[in-house]
Antibody, heavy 119, light 107 residues
Framework: QVQLKETGPDLVQLTQTLSITCTVSGFSLTTYNVHWVRQPPGKGLEWMGAMWNGGGTDYNSAFKSRLSISRDTSKSQVFLKMNSLQTDDTAKYFC?????????????WGQGASVTVSS | DIQMTQSPASLSASLGETVTIECLAS??????LAWYQQKPGKSPQLLIY???SLQDGVPSRFSGSESGTQYSLEINSLQSEDAATYFC?????????FGGGTKLELK
């Protein structure tokens, strides 16, 4: 059974760094790509970036150099780290598995990690 | 970035009815369009990709079509469990982008 689960802080202080872990089961990170998508409260979805199955990464330029994605295949975990948080970074952060093909189509999602940026 | 304009923003329909949700791409995305369903407090669920390919396990009352850069999601014979917000997403080009969502309410 394919599962993804995000764990991270509920509250992050303004200008600080957000770290979220996505732990997956039922599939291998060396076979499937994993994406990060966020959703501000009551709003739409925004693609943040991806961890490719070969170990490379890709980022939405909207996040400039604030965002970093990494993984530990031995623990089946993908990590999101974003610095210089602002209040508009308050959102639910999802990790999602991409289907084999085509690119960027996500067939399994975690329940999401809700993060509030507080001043 | 490719802009995805989704309409309507909300709609209300009755059980058994058929509804259509539309998504307009700002440029040609060559049928690389996915639809997701999201229920309150839940994560999105993939319904359709490549404009009309139904994801495994999704009921056949959901269907997708296209006409140029306009894409449509049709839901036939509405069921109570179809009440949700629906998002389109282009998966043609980096970065993948989503429509603003359509909230479907059942009367």
């Amino acid at each position: 059974q394919v599962q993804l689960k995000e764990t991270g802080p509920d509250l992050v202080q303004l200008t600080q760094t957000l770290s979220i872990t996505c732990t997956v089961s039922g599939f291998s990170l060396t076979t499937y790509n994993v994406h990060w998508v966020r959703q501000p409260p009551g709003k739409g979805l925004e693609w943040m970036g991806a961890m490719w199955n070969g170990g490379g990464t890709d980022y939405n330029s909207a996040f400039k150099s604030r965002l970093s994605i990494s993984r530990d295949t031995s623990k089946s975990q993908v990590f999101l780290k974003m610095n210089s948080l602002q209040t508009d970074d308050t959102a639910k952060y999802f990790c999602a598995r991409q289907i084999a093909a085509p690119l960027y189509v996500m067939d399994a999602w975690g329940q999401g990690a809700s993060v509030t940026v507080s001043s | 970035d490719i802009q995805m304009t989704q309409s309507p923003a909300s709609l209300s329909a009755s059980l058994g009815e058929t509804v259509t949700i539309e998504c307009l791409a700002s440029e040609d995305i060559y049928s690389n369009l996915a639809w997701y369903q999201q229920k309150p407090g839940k994560s999105p669920q993939l319904l359709i990709y490549d404009a009309s390919s139904l994801q495994d396990g999704v009921p056949s009352r959901f269907s997708g079509s296209e006409s140029g850069t306009q894409y449509s999601l049709e839901i036939n014979s509405l069921q109570s469990e179809d009440a949700a917000t629906y998002f389109c997403q282009q998966h043609h080009d980096y970065p993948p982008t989503f429509g603003g969502g359509t909230k479907l309410e059942l009367k």
